[in-house]
Each structure stands twice: as structure tokens, then as C-alpha cells.
């Protein structure tokens, strides 16, 4: 069993500068639920999920889903910003559970 956030977890889009920025994320009005979000760096964040385990060997599989923006072909002016809707199973395997 696993317990998935409820809320949206917002990612900013990457900005390589941010990395050395020490003004911190800007996440564009959205309030993280600190339940779930633990840290943040940039465009990379650090989740907690809740997993009881009802056999031995536990695999956990959940969906990321995002929107991508393609910003390449914005510098041409005969072309638009295009953006996709992208879903990317994960599976995680948390290992055997001791007893």
C-alpha cells in the first residue's frame, strides 16, 4: 500500500543560473504541503512517499506526469512555443523487508 500526495508538486523549469542563485525557487505562488515535499534545489525536488508493505519483496510504481515546452523553434518568428502533455511510469524497488 502506498500513500500518494494528494496535492500538485510544482517543478519550475530548469534555469542553469539557479543553481548558484541563494535567493531560493521561485515556484510561481504555489505552497509546497511539507508532508510531502522535503527539500528543493533549483528544479529538482525531494519527495516522502508512505509504503506499508504486504509481502516481502516491495516494488512501488506510480506515474510523473508534466508538461514539456519546447522554447527551440520560439527564436523564429514563423514559429510557436509548443508544449506536450508527457506521463513517465517509475517503478521503484525499496528491497525485502526484515523481520
Known amino acids: 500500500e502506498v500513500t ?3 496535492s500538485k508538486i510544482y517543478l ?4 542553469d543560473a539557479a543553481e548558484f542563485d541563494e535567493g531560493g525557487v521561485d515556484l510561481a505562488g504555489h505552497v509546497d504541503d511539507r508532508d ?9 525536488v525531494g519527495i516522502l ?15 510523473i506526469q508534466y508538461q514539456y515546452t ?3 523553434f520560439a527564436h523564429d518568428s514563423k514559429k510557436e512555443v509548443r508544449t506536450a502533455d508527457i506521463s513517465v511510469p517509475v517503478f521503484l524497488t525499496l528491497g525485502q523487508v526484515s523481520k
Open 70 to 72: 519546447n522554447t527551440i
Open 12 to 15: 519550475p523549469p530548469r534555469d
Open 49 to 63: 512517499l508512505k509504503v506499508k508493505p504486504a509481502q516481502e519483496k516491495v516494488v512501488v510504481a506510480f506515474a
Open 4 to 6: 500518494l500526495p494528494k
Open 36 to 44: 510531502v515535499v522535503i527539500w528543493r534545489k533549483s528544479n529538482k
